[in-house]
C-alpha cells in the first residue's frame, strides 16, 4: 500500500505506519456517539457562585498567584482569518456592482467605524488614487472590498485575527494579540508582574507575530506595569491526519503522494503538553473585548481561577491521604462526597470494601484539573456541558459538539437541544499533581471522540479525520468543573461584521 516516497514522507513527519493504520481504519468505521446521562444546568454541573461567596475565590486566587507560581495565558491563534471575511469575497465575485445582502450593506453603510479603516482608507488612495468616500460616491464598492482582503492591499482574507486591527484606541488601535497582552496582564501576572503568554501559530505567520509584538511591547509593558514573556509553537507535523478516499484508501494528490491534512485543535494538546506551569488559561485568539469592559472580564477569569486552585488544593490534600494509607471510613466518605457532589464524577457501581474505594479515589482524584466558564444558551455557536458515560462505565462532566450526539437517540437530542449553556472557549488547567509534578496530557486524552468530515480535493470527494478537540475529547480525561459566567465575557468574532457589535466599538 505504501511506497518507498510514502514511508520517506512518514518518516519527516515522525508518524509510524501504525498511526496512519489507525486513522484509516477510524475513517472506515467512523466513532462511537457519546452517551448523554443528561445535560450539565446550575442544578445539577454548573457552578453558580453565589455573589458573596466570590470575595473567597478571588483572594484565593490572588494569594496563589502571589506565591511562586507560574500562569500561563495559553491562546490558539493559528489559520486565517479568511472565514471572517467570507462574505467579502463573495461580494468581490458577485455578478452585481452594488452590495445587495444586509451582511453587504451593514458593512459598507458602517465601515467608519471598523478600527482598520483609517488604514483601509490609505490603501484605496495608494491603489486607486481615491479614498473611500470618493469610491462609494462612484459606487465603487467592490475595489474596497479587494483592498481589504488582496495581497496588493492589507491582505486581511490571508492573515490571521490575531494580527488584525479589532478596537479603536487614541493612542494606537489594537490587534487581538494586544487585547491579550493588556488582558493578561489583568489576572494571569505573577508575584514579579510577569506575564506569560504562550500563542499557537502557523509556521508561515510566525514572523508576523514576532514582529508585531517586538513592535508593540515595551509599550505595552510600560503602560500596564507588566513584564510580559512571550513564547510561540506550532501545529506539530506528527498530528497531521491523513485523508481518505471513499473506499477509505489513502487519499492521493495527483503526484501520487498521500494527502495530510491539520489534526484540528485538538492537536494542540501536544502544544500544552510542553508548556511547564502550575495554571494555564486557554481563551480563543478572537474572543477580546476593548478596555472599557476588560475590568468584568477579568474579574470572572480570577473567579474561576480561584474555584480551581481552591477545589483542586483539596483534591491533592485527599490525593496525599490515600497515597499514605492513613485514612478512616469517615475519610473516604467525605472523599467520595467530594467527587460525586463537587466534581460530579458518578460511580459505575458500589465499591466492595474500603480498600477498593481508595483506589478508585485514588484513579478519579490524581489527573490534571480545569474549571471552564459557562454562559447561558443564547443561540451562539459552541458545544455544550454534559454529564457523559465514559469508557470505564463511570459518568462525569464533559464539554461535547453535535457530532458527537447520536441523532437517532430522542433522548441524548433532547438533552442536547434543551441544554441550558454552552462552552464559550474560556478554561483555566491546572496540571501538576500534588508534589508539583507535571502530568503527562496526552494520557488523559480519549482516542475515540474524535471527528470526522467530508471534503474534497481537485474534484475528488475525500474524508478528513479532526483529532479529539483540546476542550472535547482531548480533556476527557481531566477532572472538570463548570461555572457559569455572564455572557458579556463572551464576544468572539466570526464575521467582519461582528466588529459593529457594541462590545467591539
Not at 457519546?34 to 450539565?40: N, P, Y
Not at 510600560?222 to 478516499?245: C, E, G, H, R
Request: hydrophobic content about 35%; charged content about 25%; some cysteine.
Amino acid at each position: 500500500m505504501f511506497t518507498p516516497e510514502d514511508l520517506s514522507l512518514l518518516k519527516e513527519k515522525q508518524i509510524s505506519l501504525l498511526q496512519i493504520e489507525t486513522q484509516l481504519k477510524d475513517l472506515k468505521n467512523g466513532f462511537p456517539f457519546l452517551r448523554i446521562v443528561e445535560a450539565a444546568s446550575v442544578k445539577k454541573g454548573i457552578l453558580r457562585v453565589p455573589e458573596n461567596d466570590e470575595k473567597k475565590y478571588l483572594d484565593a486566587w490572588d494569594s496563589y498567584r502571589n506565591g511562586n507560581r507560574k500562569i500561563t495565558k495559553f491562546v490558539p491563534a493559528s489559520g486565517a482569518a479568511s472565514r471572517m471575511f467570507k462574505d467579502l469575497f463573495s461580494f468581490a465575485d458577485a455578478d452585481y456592482e452594488l452590495p445587495k445582502t444586509s451582511f453587504e450593506k451593514q458593512f459598507f453603510a458602517e465601515i467608519e467605524k471598523f478600527a482598520f479603516y483609517d488604514e483601509l482608507n490609505k490603501t484605496c488612495v495608494k491603489l486607486y488614487g481615491k479614498d473611500i468616500p470618493s469610491l462609494t460616491d462612484a459606487n465603487q464598492y467592490k475595489p474596497i472590498a479587494k483592498a481589504l482582503l488582496s495581497t496588493e492591499g492589507l491582505n486581511y482574507g490571508n492573515l490571521p485575527k490575531g494580527l488584525l486591527l479589532f478596537h479603536r484606541y487614541p493612542d494606537g488601535n489594537r490587534t487581538p494579540v494586544e487585547e491579550h497582552l493588556t488582558e493578561g496582564a489583568l489576572y494571569a501576572a505573577d508575584n514579579n508582574g510577569k506575564v506569560n503568554i504562550h500563542f499557537t501559530v502557523s509556521p508561515e505567520h510566525l514572523p508576523l507575530f514576532k514582529q508585531l509584538v517586538a513592535d508593540r511591547k515595551e509599550a505595552r509593558e510600560k503602560k500596564l506595569n507588566a513584564v510580559f514573556d512571550i513564547s510561540y509553537s506550532v501545529q506539530k507535523p506528527n498530528t497531521d491526519t491523513i485523508a481518505a478516499d471513499m473506499d477509505h484508501q489513502p487519499f492521493r494528490n495527483d503526484d501520487g503522494s498521500l494527502l495530510f491534512r491539520p489534526g484540528g485543535h485538538g492537536a494542540l494538546i501536544e502544544n500544552l503538553n510542553d508548556i511547564d506551569s502550575d495554571v494555564i488559561f486557554i481563551k480563543n485568539i478572537d474572543n477580546v473585548v476593548p478596555d472599557r469592559l476588560k475590568a468584568e472580564e477579568s474579574h470572572f477569569k480570577k473567579l474561576i481561577a480561584g474555584v480551581l486552585v481552591s477545589l483542586q488544593q483539596r483534591a491533592c490534600d485527599y490525593v496525599e491521604k490515600l497515597i499514605s494509607g492513613k485514612y478512616t471510613p469517615d475519610d473516604l466518605n467525605e472523599i467520595r462526597t467530594f467527587l460525586e457532589n463537587e466534581l460530579v464524577i458518578v460511580p459505575n457501581r458500589p465499591a466492595a470494601n474500603d480498600k477498593e474505594l481508595a483506589s478508585f479515589l485514588l484513579k478519579k482524584l490524581d489527573r490534571p484539573f480545569r474549571v471552564c466558564g459557562m454562559v447561558k444558551n443564547v443561540g451562539e455557536p459552541g458545544g455544550g456541558p454534559f454529564i457523559a458515560e465514559n469508557p470505564d462505565g463511570t459518568a462525569s462532566l464533559q464539554i461535547l459538539e453535535s457530532s458527537q450526539i447520536d441523532t437517532k437517540n430522542e433522548k441524548a437530542i433532547a438533552a442536547f437541544k434543551n441544554g441550558s449553556h454552552f462552552n464559550p472557549v474560556d478554561l483555566v488547567c491546572g496540571v501538576k499533581n500534588y508534589k508539583g509534578e507535571k502530568y503527562d496530557l496526552t494520557k488523559y486524552v480519549d482516542k475515540n471522540t474524535g471527528f470526522i468530515s467530508q471534503k474534497s480535493k481537485g474534484g475528488k470527494e475525500l474524508k478528513a479525520l479532526e483529532l479529539p478537540g483540546l476542550w472535547n475529547g482531548a480533556m476527557s480525561g481531566w477532572n472538570t468543573v463548570f461555572v457559569e459566567v455572564p455572557i458579556s465575557t463572551f464576544n468572539p468574532v466570526k464575521t467582519v461584521n461582528d466588529l459593529l457589535r457594541a462590545e467591539h466599538q
